[in-house]
């Protein structure tokens, strides 16, 4: 289809950015375009302003502070973070940005983007809900933080305002004894999600499981953390394959989606498959630290 018309703004900064937001209405930000520019093409999305923010570099990049801190710019490419020299010791951001869609969206796509949007299906939200991370919303007059487990709203709804900016994605991660991981089952022509699972474990020196969060995408109408699979896991060491396989078909906030893609019950093997998978390779890291 040909799109409604629409302006289109190349921001110089984020300050321009947050002001034309401010100021018209039905803006939206392009960032790298792989979701927005569809819905546009299908009139799924009418915005009568484009803003671009692809140039500011001020919104690219990874950096690490004092006890963990890791910030990634919201601009920042998936394959920007595919064996990124600061992230070597959380290969889940890895796991997660080699197997997004294909070369072009993990060329031109962004972390920032992928979690404003909000699909239900893309990677980056299982990840951010499993290590805990928060975002800093910018709008033309003040900022804001809002952690993961506030993030997402609803289906395709996230927490970013129409007049605030995703500028920044940070964690606070552990560094002992820790491990993570990311594994999915994809959807052959789309590559999204049919069932991801993220997730981020400590283990003590006896090597059980001291903290342990999973994010999940793919299976419900949104993002969220199979917080039940957590309480029954932490405590104790790694269980049996079939015991695990067990536990992890048993995740009560799991409430599948039904589409031509496939049923409930399909959805929820392939996220007991994926979420043991994802588990043990965690554990398996974390225990190698």
């Known amino acids: 289809m040909i799109p409604s018309q629409f302006d289109y703004i190349a921001a110089q900064s984020v300050e321009q950015a947050t002001r034309l937001l401010e100021q018209t209405q039905g803006a939206k930000i392009l960032a790298g375009g792989m979701s927005l520019l569809p819905a546009v093409k299908a009139r799924l999305n009418e915005p009568g302003l484009l803003i671009d923010i692809g140039k500011l570099d001020e919104l690219v990049g990874v950096s690490t502070g004092w006890l963990g801190r890791l910030k990634i710019g919201a601009m920042s490419t998936h394959v920007s973070l595919i064996d990124h020299p600061d992230l070597t010791a959380q290969p889940i951001f890895s796991d997660a940005a080699r197997v997004i869609a294909d070369v072009q969206v993990r060329n031109r796509g962004t972390i920032g983007g992928s979690l404003s949007y909000a699909d239900p299906a893309a990677d980056w939200p299982a990840v951010f809900l499993a290590l805990e991370g928060e975002v800093l919303l910018r709008s033309h ?29 940070a964690f606070s991660l552990d560094s002992k004894r820790a491990g993570n991981a990311y594994i999915k089952h994809r959807q052959p022509a789309s590559g999204l999600a049919l069932a991801g699972a993220a997730v981020n474990l400590v283990v003590d020196k006896k090597q059980r499981i001291e903290k342990i969060n999973m994010g999940v995408s793919g299976v419900n109408a949104m993002p969220f ?53 994802s588990i043990t390779l965690a554990y398996q890291r974390a225990t190698a630290a």
């Open 141 to 169: 007059k003040k900022k804001r933080k809002v952690k993961a487990e506030d993030f997402f709203i609803s289906m395709m709804t996230s927490a970013v305002a129409s007049n605030e900016l995703l500028t920044e994605v």
């Open 225 to 277: 953390l199979a917080r039940s699979l957590s309480e029954k896991l932490q405590g104790g060491v790694l269980p049996s394959e079939d015991a695990l396989q067990k536990l992890c078909a048993q995740v009560d906030e799991c409430d599948p989606l039904e589409d031509l893609h496939g049923g409930a019950d399909y959805r929820r093997a392939l996220l007991a498959n994926a979420a043991s998978r």
